[in-house]
């Protein structure tokens, strides 16, 4: 079973940004999706930002809509989220999924994700 591994989490000041990366642990690996999805303390996981693998067309969450970036890098078969202006909203554990079978209606529905990184944890304080 292929693994997704995120880096990239740490603390920052309101208005900091971070970048988090996700992996396969098989190169070979292929999706037509992969998202991020975040979780703060006592709140369900939701969905945050999404792209399509082949196209590039990128999904996100209103609210980091503006703030966020999604990107991939097709030769490392790694995906990016660009993290700017972040708030103290934002602290939350950030996994990475990947979609093989979502189509676009799904592509922000965590149900449809079939595999998971562990998650990164990113905190946003003064």
């Known amino acids: 079973q292929v693994q997704l591994g995120e880096s990239g989490g740490g603390s920052v000041q309101p208005g900091g940004s971070l970048r988090l990366s996700c992996a396969p642990s098989d190169t070979s690996f292929s999706t037509r999706f992969m998202g991020w999805f975040r979780q703060a303390p006592g709140k369900e996981r939701e969905f945050v930002a999404a792209?399509?693998?082949?196209?590039?067309?990128?999904y996100y969450l209103d609210s980091v809509k503006g703030r966020f970036t999604v990107s991939k890098d097709g030769a490392k078969k790694t995906m990016y989220l660009q993290m700017n202006s972040l708030n103290i909203e934002d602290t939350a554990v950030y996994y990475c999924?990947?979609?093989?079978?979502?189509?676009?209606?799904?592509?922000?529905?965590?149900?449809?994700?079939?595999?998971w990184g562990q998650g990164t944890q990113v905190t946003v304080s003064s």
């Open positions: 792209i399509n693998w082949s196209s590039g067309h990128t």
């Open positions: 999924a990947a979609c093989p079978r979502c189509i676009l209606s799904s592509v922000r529905q965590r149900a449809q994700y079939s595999y």
